[in-house]
């Protein structure tokens, strides 16, 4: 398996810090605004449930649905920035089938409707050492990126399975899109090259709370218009 990132670049504690001065300027309003959004996604599904059938309501709530949509991505990707500069050692154990769960609730209810999300738990625990919280903002975060680096129609499917070394298990989500931007392996690696500073800041968090993760954001081309991203961590024994 490849990695396209540059092993020597690090995210540096200005980097952090920064990450850290967005979350606690804007982390009332985007509570607020988040509220706001999700009422207002919910009428909107109650209106489409009321006028089911009409051409113009129709019409008219798809495009609203489609900017409520970004709007929600947007403003809960500034709430998932919080707490990403946190040095303390992680302590805790982690159980990853139990977050995809939480995960699929939320990703649910937040991506677009082009993007088909299939979410494969295992029964049994796979435990890391980690921090819940930063692993949850770092897969979500990833799946917000590729909706925004994505254009076209496209099936995302996140599972678990073990690592190619002994005592390692990855975290893989596998894109089948019905057309891959040419340059998307390198953008979802190198924050550098999107122009767009909310993305660059989303995408810096991923390596952030990787790297404290003792992990890295591998890619891969699987096929044509296929990609996979894989994030590994130690297994802990359970």
Do not use: Y
């Not at 040095?87 to 409707?113: F, H, K, M, Y």
């Amino acid at each position: 398996m490849s990695d396209e990132r540059d092993p020597g670049v690090r995210v540096p504690d200005v980097e952090l810090a920064s990450l850290d001065l967005l979350r606690r300027q804007t982390s009332g309003a985007a509570h607020t605004l988040n509220n706001i959004f999700t009422s207002l996604l919910g009428e909107l599904a109650l209106l489409e449930d009321e006028r089911k059938g009409d051409p113009v309501v129709e019409e008219a709530t798809h495009a609203l649905r489609e900017q409520l949509d970004r709007c929600v991505r947007l403003v809960r990707t500034g709430l998932m920035h919080r707490d990403v500069g946190a040095r303390d050692a992680i302590e805790s154990e982690v159980d990853l089938g139990l977050l995809l769960s939480r995960c699929q609730r939320i990703l649910d209810g937040t991506l677009p409707r082009r993007i088909g999300l299939h979410v494969r738990v295992p029964d049994e625990s796979w435990l890391v050492r980690g921090d819940a919280h930063e692993i949850e903002v770092m897969l979500l975060a990833l799946a917000f990126r590729l909706g925004d680096l994505v254009p076209t129609a496209m099936e995302v499917t996140l599972s678990l399975c073990a690592g190619s070394a002994s005592g390692t298990l990855a975290l893989q989500l596998d894109v089948a899109a019905a057309e891959l931007p040419s340059d998307a392996r390198q953008r979802l690696v190198d924050p550098a090259l999107d122009g767009n500073a909310t993305a660059a800041a989303s995408l810096a968090a991923i390596h952030a709370i990787a790297d404290r993760h003792g992990s890295h954001l591998q890619t891969e081309r699987t096929g044509g218009e296929a990609l996979r991203l894989s994030l590994v961590f130690e297994r802990l024994p359970g």
